[in-house]
């Protein structure tokens, strides 16, 4: 079972379902993002391919403002949307069943901190980084999670690999 690692919702348990496409970053991964971000207050925040909601989750937990969460999986959603409900969050955050580029290609908001956590193999930095970076606001941030790619992406701020994963940010410095 997933739990919450930070902020006032600790400790309290996530629901998940077993399903191939879904893979929820691990705990030791998320406290290392959320250390590196650390800014939560009244922050708006993205969280692409979001699965059962653990990275939006855990940001509403430490105060962040709102959360829309875009999933494509009706069966993810429906846990998603249990996650959100039972925790209290639903006034906080918009559930979007989309695909990705579908939703960035028509939503006009804006975000201080957009996560991207695709199924490996499907989507690179450099192809999701053209379509978020006109939905940061100056100053936000984007978070990638892939496989270990081996090289340093020349637009990434920060770099960090854990075991087969690596996560790239990149910070909107308009």
């Not at 800014?39 to 990275?55: I, Q, R």
């Not at 892939?146 to 770099?159: C, M, P, Q, T, Y």
């Amino acid at each position: 079972m997933i739990s919450i690692i930070g902020g006032k919702l600790k400790g309290h348990k996530l629901n998940s379902i077993k399903i191939n496409s879904v893979r929820p970053t691990q705990a030791k991964i998320r406290k290392s993002i959320m250390d590196i971000i650390y800014d939560f207050e009244n922050k708006t925040v993205l969280d692409l391919y979001s699965g059962f909601g653990t990275l939006g989750i855990e940001c509403l937990s430490r105060g962040a403002k709102s959360v829309d969460f875009i999933e494509k999986n009706y069966k993810v959603i429906k846990v998603l949307r249990q996650n959100v409900d039972s925790l209290g969050l639903h006034t906080h955050c918009s559930i979007f069943k989309s695909c990705v580029f579908d939703f960035l290609n028509t939503s006009n908001s804006k975000y201080d901190i957009i996560f991207a956590d695709p199924p490996y193999e499907t989507c690179d930095f450099t192809m999701i980084l053209s379509e978020v970076k006109n939905k940061l606001n100056p100053g936000g941030v984007f978070c990638f999670e892939s496989n270990k790619l081996g090289s340093v992406i020349d637009e990434a701020v920060r770099v960090k690999i854990y075991g087969d994963t690596q996560i790239t940010f990149w910070e909107n410095k308009i």
